[in-house]
Nanobody, 116 residues
Framework: QVQLVESGGGLVQPGGSLRLSCAASGFIFREYVMSWYRQGPGKERELVAHIGWSGDATSYADSVKGRFTISRDDTKNTMYLQMNSLRPEDTAVYYC?????????WGQGTQVTVSS
C-alpha cells in the first residue's frame, strides 16, 4: 500500500532554514508527480510546490518562490523541500501528496513552527 512519511519539521527562528523529507513506498516513485502542501492554523490546506516525475519540472506557490526548493531522489524514493528565509507565516503542518490513478494519498504531516 502507498505510504508517505514526512520528517524534518521543527521550531526555527525567522530567517532560518529547514529541510523536509518525504519517504515514499508502495508505488513506483519515479513515475509520479509529487507535491508538498501545508495547512497553517485556521487556514485551508494549500499547495506549496510540486515536482514532475523527471525532476526537471517544478512549480511553486508565489508565497514561497525564491525561498523554497523542491527536489527528489528517485534512488531513495524520497522527496525534499529545502526551506530558507523562513517567516512566521510559513508556520504550518507540511504534507506530502501523490495522486496514483483515481486515488490521492497524504502523509501524516510534519509541523514547522517559525517563531522567535
Amino acid at each position: 500500500q502507498v505510504q508517505l512519511v514526512e520528517s524534518g519539521g521543527g521550531l526555527v527562528q525567522p530567517g532560518g532554514s529547514l529541510r523536509l523529507s518525504c519517504a515514499a513506498s508502495g508505488f513506483i516513485f519515479r513515475e509520479y508527480v509529487m507535491s508538498w502542501y501545508r495547512q497553517g492554523p485556521g487556514k485551508e490546506r494549500e499547495l506549496v510546490a510540486h515536482i514532475g516525475w523527471s525532476g526537471d519540472a517544478t512549480s511553486y506557490a508565489d508565497s514561497v518562490k525564491g525561498r523554497f526548493t523542491i527536489s527528489r531522489d528517485d534512488t531513495k524514493n524520497t522527496m525534499y523541500l529545502q526551506m530558507n528565509s523562513l517567516r512566521p507565516e510559513d508556520t504550518a503542518v507540511y504534507y506530502c501528496q501523490v495522486t496514483n490513478g483515481a486515488n490521492t494519498y497524504w502523509g501524516q504531516g510534519t509541523q514547522v513552527t517559525v517563531s522567535s
